[in-house]
């Protein structure tokens, strides 16, 4: 059983094999974001510093759409591509954007429920091929990435984007830690 931390993040494992580092890394950093908004109301989610206009709740509502678009769409080939059609040929960053307007409870629950998604897909992806197994859609050029690739993708998204929310949440309350 992995140990937590004092904010119940869960610790990536220090003498594990190359996939339990990889994933225990993405789910410390998506642990980080979680403690970042937790026990936040819509005013909390909607704040902004500076002259950014990004939000914890973009943060949640655009990760939620990150995770899907990876694991679900281009890892696995299914569904519709995430990010096409309806508000986001009106608005390219339609998710970082619209997510003022959403609940926090709608954010954190659309959110949780991409990582859970993300979680099985991954798991299915493992017993398929391993790290190596190659991602069902290509990118725009051709290049075709591996599961190896993608999680350490998602690692460095999610640890660029726990730097913002690290300053936000500082912003709204105060709160500060990694």
């Known amino acids: 059983m ?11 494992p220090e003498a594990g094999d190359e996939v339990a580092t990889l994933l225990g890394f993405l789910d410390f950093h998506r642990a980080t974001l979680a403690w970042k908004t937790r026990g936040l109301g819509a005013e909390g989610l909607r704040a902004t510093v500076g002259a950014s206009t990004l939000t914890l709740g973009g943060l949640l509502k655009h990760l939620a759409v990150v995770e899907d678009s990876w694991f679900r769409y281009r890892l696995h080939g299914r569904g519709e591509r995430p990010r096409q ?50 991602a069902a859609v290509p990118d725009r050029d051709g290049r075709v990435p591996s599961l190896r690739w993608i999680v350490v993708h998602m690692i460095e998204e999610y640890a660029r984007h726990n730097g913002h929310a690290d300053l936000i949440r500082e912003a709204v309350d105060g709160e500060v830690g990694e």
């Open 85 to 134: 059609g309806g508000p986001w040929d009106a608005d390219p960053d339609h998710d970082w954007n619209s997510a003022a307007a959403d609940p926090p409870e709608d954010l954190r629950e659309r959110w949780a429920a991409a990582v859970a998604c993300s979680r099985e897909l991954v798991a299915e992806a493992l017993a398929e091929g391993g790290l190596d197994r190659l």
């Open 2 to 12: 992995a140990s937590t931390d004092e904010q119940g993040r869960p610790e990536p």
